[in-house]
């Protein structure tokens, strides 16, 4: 796992133009940020970076792009409740975790058949 706090990088929209976004997080969830600080969030309908908005602790989507001016009273640096945070952590990790071997003894689900060692033939 490697975590990002602060980091500029270029994200690339639906009309192909890249945007250059600063990401605080990792693999399983992490947010943006415009360089003036406003947070964003990708709009799949619009297919562009735009302002987010919190509904019920949750990011959605302002409907303006960063293309254009911020909307009026918009804060910065906004953040999604711990437990809206916590569900979508959860639920990334559990969509990229390796499915546990059934009917396995514990012992094989750490070394596998061959002691930890690859498949095939020995050389010693």
């Known amino acids: 796992m490697s975590a990002i706090f ?11 133009s890249p945007i250059a976004l600063t990401v605080f997080g990792d693999e399983f969830y992490a ?3 415009t360089q003036e600080g406003y947070t964003v969030i990708y709009d799949s309908d619009l297919e562009k970076y735009c302002y987010a908005i919190l509904l ?3 990011f959605a989507s ?3 792009p ?3 001016p911020a909307p009026c009273g918009l804060r910065k640096h906004i953040k999604e409740s711990e437990d809206v945070r ?5 639920a990334r990790y559990r969509r990229m975790a ?4 059934s009917g396995a003894p514990h012992f094989l689900r750490t070394f ?5 060692l690859l498949p095939g033939r020995r050389v010693s």
């Open 6 to 16: 602060g980091e500029k990088l270029l994200f690339k929209q639906g009309n192909g």
């Open 31 to 33: 947010r943006y940020e």
């Open 62 to 64: 302002s409907g303006t």
């Open 98 to 101: 390796m499915p546990e071997p």
């Open 56 to 58: 019920n602790g949750q």
């Open 86 to 90: 916590n569900a979508k952590f959860e």
């Open 112 to 116: 596998g058949a061959n002691e930890g």
């Open 66 to 68: 960063v293309s254009k």
